[in-house]
């Protein structure tokens, strides 16, 4: 398998990633969805203790990626299409921050 850096496009890192998940087998969306909250699980524990801008950080923020990238490609999910959904339906949101958490106004 070929090596990826980050200065390929998105859409080819994704596809590189959704391939190597279909070679493994990855095929049932209930376990890796269970992945992908192991992973979650691991960067709140690298934030919790505080450890920002650690490799570990890094690797997890990592490993998140590629277990949703997984997850999409096994529910047939363009996870690039559905991030470009999300950001035209927040881009023009109108709201404030409260306590760090961003907070809608009501439409």
Not at 15 to 27: C, E, F, P, S
Not at 66 to 74: G, H, M, N, R, S
Request: overall charge negative; charged content about 25%.
């Amino acid at each position: 398998m070929n090596i990826i850096n980050p200065s390929q496009s998105s859409d080819e890192l994704f596809q590189a990633v959704a391939l190597w998940g279909r070679d493994k087998g990855l095929n049932d969306p209930v376990m890796q969805f269970a992945k992908v909250n192991e992973e979650i699980g691991e960067l709140a524990h690298e934030l919790v203790r505080g450890r920002i801008g650690s490799s570990e950080m890094e690797d997890a923020f990592g490993d998140i990626l590629v277990t949703l990238i997984i997850l999409a490609d096994i529910l047939n999910y363009d996870l690039l299409s559905c991030l470009a959904e999300a950001y035209n339906t927040i881009k023009d949101r109108k709201g404030k921050t409260v306590n760090g958490s961003f907070i809608k106004e009501n439409e």
